[in-house]
């Protein structure tokens, strides 16, 4: 069979050039001008061949040699560079060949794209005709020291695209890239950005980099100890002053380091957390040494293990546990045979929680542990925990716990402590040791159960919930914790003079925080890991949910700090504040603003009905008539904590001048505000908190979120995205002193959910293991561009792509991305 073959790659330029043509035109001249591949043609027939050799072989009509097609990428660059309309050496060369009666050359994008569709068709002349630059060929070798060699690489707004998103080549992958792209960089222009401005603020490196590049850590030096772990002081006067070390940390580590929790009991005076050991003063570890530079005869994967042998508390894990459990008993109960007995380098300790049955064994084991010492208490415990379990009762037998309790011989009534009627008292403070405990439960943000109904721990003040993985876990996140300890003994930044600081030398980083509540830190992608408790990260992009659901806001419909410069926190805070809960979560914002100088805040009133009371009005109306700003904190807080119907009335009439949102307009604003919850994911009535983008909650009912919580929240943000944020846009608009302290806030706040929101993972990438997040990148601004590179630019472009291509490989996104504008 006979296949006739017709090559019409140009029938579309005749056409368009007839159709293009007007009246006055010579038609059939446009018709007869030669196409780019004859145009490309006629040069590579004008070149000289670059040898006698390569001449020869070309006559007699040798196939290309091996090391010929090696070097045709690098030729294919060096005639692009040579024949382009931009040459990167040398001035213009202006050839025979050039169309247009004007010796204008293509292009490089245009003789790029050309090349690359017809390379068979040149493959040849290339490699016989064209001769590499030195300057080139060096160019090319220092690039593959920061690139591998053959690599094809797309980015569009620093985004690294993969397969499904356009880099194999799919058009329609790559159409929504562009498309989503353009989205982003038009949110930011809506904000007052330019277009350049805005792509640049998507790629600045700092969103993606790793923050704090070196920890200082200043701990108190010599002295005396306080509370269960030792912190040192000197003593002038009676005044405390603290020698301060200083210790540099490695910037790698410092991803790993965050979200640590100070879980020793320090701030609540000592004496609250339960050891089962001490490394530092039992005399089953005498044989110890106390040498950190035992840390360097370990191998890194046996520093969790006995052969580690230092008598030090390098190591602090503390358990909460309701002891109304007999699985939690167990756990303490097999401390002793599993790893204490066995010679593990770990400090163990736990304190008890304090709801329901868990109360009373909480006010016995306290009772034991202060009456009679710690021995007696494990004693208790392990004597419990082993009568269970020989007669196979799963739930707690309190006639066992007291028969177990009269073997030790106490001095008080059974009942009686147990009841609480014997108090159980520090000496040191003369305080209830109960409620120094529950004042440590709260600060840790510990309940009654955790993520698995099981109990809490923590390991060096990192947070795991109790599980059936937790030694698995825990092993993990001591290994790593003590090769950074064992990497800064090598370099000689911890010596054996500062093993006194040892217990307390994670809790005490700058980056380690005082308290803990469960909806703040997040669970981080695969490879973080450190962060999550809780839920995971959900981002929103403000602008775009605002719009859906026609939300509005005003300068004015946010309450201020008394004093500040800058606000770059922009705190939404959504309840129903008819409740007692949502009413108080309202009092907690407003307590935490009256102290802070970086956050503004506002209200939006979501209820479980479609209606409104007293407060909720007074705070609707102050909030979308634009005075909230109008009152201070403090006297906002005044007015919702009387709570009188009138007083709020006559507030708000102040306020208002008279004038009044009739029922219709308070209707719509429900609406508004129910939509931004539905959008949002939550049902109505529930309480949460949107900042700079970002939901924390919903929180459950009964769980609180005070005004410190508030203060973390707002350092956390800063530290984790906003700080990010602030720095790109002074960078981007040379330091935005430009922008008034409102104006500032609303870009900061909405830049910081768009740039973050993009960065989650798409729903649809979604599977059984969750995807990382994708920030952007500016590294392929780092290769050398003096030859190699080719650009286009279109006027008002909102769409930066890059391509790092090997120009030998077959170039389908060059070729599909052709017609795209």
């Known amino acids: 069979m006979d296949y006739l073959v017709l090559d019409d790659r140009d029938q579309h330029q005749g056409d368009s050039a007839a159709h293009d043509t007007s009246s006055g035109d010579n038609v059939e001249d446009a018709d007869k001008r030669p196409s780019s591949e004859e145009i490309i043609s006629c040069v590579f027939d004008s ?60 292009p490089a994008v245009d003789l790029f794209s050309t090349l690359s569709t017809s390379f068979p068709l040149y493959a040849t002349s290339l490699a016989r005709k064209i001769k590499v630059l030195d300057e080139l060929r060096d ?24 397969e499904n998103e356009g880099s194999a080549g799919s058009i329609f992958g790559l159409l929504r890239t562009l498309q989503r792209e353009r989205g982003l960089v038009k949110s930011l222009v809506d904000l007052g950005l330019t277009s350049s401005q805005a792509i640049e ?21 010599k002295g005396t100890t306080r509370g269960s772990a030792k912190a040192f002081v000197v003593q002038d006067d009676g005044v405390e002053i603290a020698e301060k070390k200083t210790f540099a940390i490695s910037p790698k580590f410092t991803e790993f380091l965050d979200g640590l929790i100070d879980a020793s009991d320090r701030q609540e005076g000592g004496g609250v957390v339960l050891y089962w050991n001490d490394l530092e003063e039992d005399q089953r570890y005498a044989a110890f040494s106390p040498s950190l530079q035992g840390l360097l005869r370990v191998h890194t994967m046996s520093l969790f293990s006995p052969m580690l042998r230092i008598r030090l508390n390098l190591v ?46 909480a006010r016995l084991v306290y009772y034991l542990k202060q009456k009679y010492g710690r021995d007696r208490m494990m004693a208790f415990i392990q004597g419990i925990s082993h009568t269970h379990a020989e007669r196979r009762l799963s739930s707690l037998s309190w006639q066992i716990v007291h028969e177990t309790f009269n073997t030790l011989s106490a001095g008080d009534d059974f009942a009686a402590i147990a009841r609480g009627d014997v108090p159980i008292i520090h000496e040191a403070t003369g305080e209830d040791v109960l409620v120094r405990a529950q004042r440590y439960a709260r600060r840790l943000g510990v309940g009654l159960q955790g993520a698995t109904g099981k109990g809490h721990a923590f390991v060096n003040g990192r947070y795991f919930p109790v599980d059936d993985n937790l030694f698995r876990q825990m092993s993990t996140e001591v290994m790593a914790q003590l090769q950074i300890l064992q990497e800064m003994v090598y370099t000689g930044e911890i010596m054996d003079t500062d093993a006194s ?17 469960p909806y703040i830190f997040v669970k981080s992608a695969p490879g973080g890991g450190h ?122 009439d102040e306020l208002m001048a008279g004038k009044q949102l009739t029922n219709a307009k308070l209707f719509r604003i429900l609406q508004t505000n129910r939509l931004v919850a539905r959008e949002l994911g939550l049902k109505p009535g529930q309480r949460c908190i949107l900042v700079n983008g970002r939901l924390v909650g919903p929180f459950e009912s009964g769980s609180d979120f005070d005004a410190e919580d508030f203060e973390m929240l707002e350092g956390f943000e800063i530290k984790q995205r906003v700080g990010r944020v602030m720095e790109a846009i002074d960078a981007v608009l040379d330091g935005g002193d430009a922008l008034d302290v409102f104006r500032r806030a609303h870009l900061v706040s909405m830049a910081s959910s768009i740039i973050y929101a993009d960065q989650q993972p798409d729903p649809s990438e979604a599977g059984l293991f969750d995807s990382a997040p994708k920030p952007r990148t500016q590294n392929y601004r780092s290769l050398s561009a003096g030859y190699t590179w080719v650009s286009h630019s279109v006027t008002l472009q909102r769409v930066h792509a890059s391509r790092l291509a090997h120009p030998f490989s077959p170039c389908q996104v060059s070729e599909r991305a052709e017609g795209i504008k």
């Open 201 to 221: 603020l998507l790629m600045y490196p700092a969103h993606s980099a790793t923050q704090n590049p070196s920890i200082p850590l200043e701990t108190p030096r």
């Open 316 to 361: 602090n894990v503390i358990f909460v546990l309701d002891l109304s459990e007999t699985r939690s008993l167990s756990l303490l109960g097999s401390l002793s045979e599993t790893f204490v007995a066995r010679g593990f380098p770990v400090r163990w300790g736990f304190i008890p929680d304090f709801q329901g049955d868990s109360l009373k064994m």
């Open 47 to 106: 070149l000289p061949y670059i040898d006698e050799e390569a001449e020869a072989r070309a006559r007699t009509g040798e196939p290309l040699s091996s090391e010929e097609i090696a070097n045709l990428g690098l030729k294919a660059i060096q005639f692009m560079m040579s024949f382009s309309s931009r040459p990167q050496a040398g001035p213009l060369y202006i050839h025979q060949c050039w169309d247009n009666h004007h010796q204008v050359p293509f």
């Open 501 to 517: 600081l040892m217990s307390t030398f994670f809790y005490d980083l700058p980056s380690t925080f005082s308290r803990r509540n």
């Open 531 to 652: 962060l999550l408790d809780a839920m995971g990260l959900r981002m929103f992009n403000l602008p775009e949910l605002f719009s859906k659901a026609g939300f509005e806001e005003k300068d004015g419909s946010f309450i201020l700090p008394s004093d500040s410069d800058a606000l770059p926190i922009t705190m939404y805070v959504i309840a129903d504040f008819d409740s007692p809960e949502g009413l108080e979560l309202a009092k907690e914002a407003l307590r935490f603003v009256t102290n802070s100088v970086r956050t503004r805040v506002t209200f939006i009133h979501g209820p479980g009905e479609m209606t409104t009371g007293v407060v909720s009005t007074f705070i609707s109306t102050l909030v979308h008539s634009g005075r909230l700003s109008e009152v201070p904190p403090s006297r906002m807080l005044e007015v919702l904590a009387d709570r009188l119907d009138e007083q709020l009335g006559a507030f708000k």
């Open 139 to 162: 160019e090319v070798h220092e690039n593959w020291a920061k690139a591998a060699p053959g690599v094809n690489m797309v980015w569009v707004n620093g985004r690294v695209i993969n």
